[in-house]
């Protein structure tokens, strides 16, 4: 098991849920601060993993490729979201970009644990249950969708295109 020194543990509701929804500059911001934080082992307790870590936004810029702007906003994003929480050096939070304006340091860390994948998970599935009264009305999308996911053959594009030729009316 030595080839997982060398990494850095993510929370799974990241990959199971916020992967669908966060946007790329979101999802690229995300990780570098976990990757500042939980992947970054403390400098003066032994075994532990730093809780915030002061990332500047040039290396935000850098290690996401992203302009300023971009950062700026996917950090808005995520701390809208309750995903991301932003702290001066004192510990003070800054929820707002006019609060965060004015900061010389910012202090970054994610507000993905353990403890809230457990309600989130019940909230937000992705994976919605049959109940009982559960119903699929077929049309004539959902039927080429159910036939495909069940190894139907694909159509070629001249064969696409004649389906929908002759499923438009006639203008005379």
């Known amino acids: 098991m030595s080839y997982y020194i060398h990494t850095t543990q993510t929370p799974n509701i990241l990959f199971d849920h916020l992967l669908k929804r966060l946007t ?12 500042k934080t939980i992947g970054q082992t403390h400098p003066t307790i032994p075994g532990t993993r730093l ?14 490729n992203l302009s300023g702007r971009a950062v700026s906003n996917a950090i808005d994003s995520l701390v809208q979201q309750k995903l991301l929480l932003v702290t ?9 970009k006019a609060k965060r304006r004015g900061a010389s340091q910012l202090y970054f860390s994610s507000l993905l644990r353990l403890e809230q994948q457990k309600e989130k998970t019940r909230k ?17 999308k959902t039927k080429s ?28």
């Open 24 to 35: 790329s500059s979101e999802l690229k911001v995300l990780l570098t601060v976990i990757r």
């Open 51 to 64: 809780e915030r870590a002061w990332i500047s936004q040039k290396l935000f810029m850098l290690c996401c």
């Open 88 to 96: 001066d050096k004192k510990g003070t939070v800054l929820g707002t």
């Open 145 to 172: 969708c159910y036939n495909t996911s069940q190894g139907a053959r694909k159509l070629s594009d001249t064969e696409r295109y004649q389906q929908i030729k002759n499923t438009l009316p006639i203008n005379q």
């Open 124 to 140: 937000g599935s992705c994976y919605k249950p049959v109940t009982k009264g559960h119903t699929i009305k077929l049309n004539n």
